[in-house]
């Protein structure tokens, strides 16, 4: 898939049943901290390691892994019933919980995997770093929600926008 000038690569999670495509010059961590793929660019993730020998690929702010990543989730569905509606409210009501200084900026339909969805961009303290920007993507798929969170730091927010839009719009469904 080409996209925005950039080369991408595929990624599949066989055991969640889905893939998805993303710039080369991110990587893809599975299973980090409860999350099914965590997606950033791959210098930080090998930096954050301690792997790397090069650092971040630019000094700019906007190349850490708190200031940019892509995650995957999924929740399995109590009652499985729940409604996009539904889980959107519940949704809302976690991250009200969880985050502190919590702003909902904006919620919309959207379709993801060809199926609909909904679209949640909100503001939020993220682990005691400044205010991050964040826009979740769910659908529902045979009684498990599927979530996609692009979170940045408000400053950088915009900056790798059109890159984590095109990951979110390549996600599919697979068997």
Same mark, same amino acid.
């Given at each position: 898939?080409m996209?925005?000038?950039?080369? @991408? +690569?595929?990624?599949? *999670?066989?055991?969640?049943?889905?893939?998805?495509?993303?710039? =080369?010059?991110?990587?893809? %961590?599975?299973?980090?901290?409860?999350?099914?793929?965590?997606?950033?660019?791959?210098?930080?993730?090998? =930096?954050?390691? #301690? $792997?790397?020998?090069?650092?971040?690929?630019?000094?700019?702010p906007? *190349?850490?892994?708190f200031s !940019?990543?892509?995650? %995957?989730?999924?929740?399995d569905? %109590?009652?499985?019933?729940?409604?996009?509606d539904?889980?959107?409210?519940?949704? +809302?009501?976690?991250?009200?919980?969880?985050?502190?200084?919590?702003?909902?900026?904006?919620?919309? *339909?959207?379709?993801?995997?060809?199926?609909? #969805?909904?679209?949640?961009? @909100?503001?939020a303290?993220?682990?005691g770093?400044?205010?991050?920007? !964040?826009?979740?993507?769910? $659908?529902? *798929? =045979? @009684?498990?929600?599927?979530?996609?969170?692009?979170?940045?730091?408000?400053?950088? @927010? +915009?900056?790798?926008?059109?890159?984590?839009?095109?990951?979110?719009?390549?996600?599919?469904?697979?068997?």
């Amino acid at each position: 898939m080409m996209g925005l000038g950039k080369n @991408y +690569l595929a990624y599949e *999670n066989r055991n969640h049943r889905f893939r998805l495509q993303f710039p =080369e010059e991110w990587a893809v %961590v599975e299973n980090p901290y409860a999350i099914v793929a965590l997606l950033t660019s791959e210098g930080c993730i090998a =930096e954050r390691r #301690g $792997t790397s020998t090069a650092p971040c690929p630019t000094k700019s702010p906007c *190349n850490s892994i708190f200031s !940019f990543n892509l995650n %995957v989730t999924y929740e399995d569905l %109590v009652p499985q019933n729940m409604s996009l509606d539904m889980f959107m409210e519940h949704s +809302l009501i976690r991250l009200r919980a969880v985050f502190g200084g919590f702003e909902w900026i904006s919620q919309d *339909n959207c379709e993801l995997a060809g199926k609909p #969805g909904r679209m949640l961009v @909100y503001i939020a303290k993220s682990y005691g770093k400044p205010d991050m920007q !964040f826009m979740q993507c769910f $659908t529902i *798929n =045979e @009684y498990r929600a599927y979530v996609l969170t692009y979170g940045a730091s408000r400053k950088c @927010y +915009l900056s790798r926008l059109d890159e984590a839009r095109s990951i979110i719009e390549s996600f599919l469904f697979c068997q």
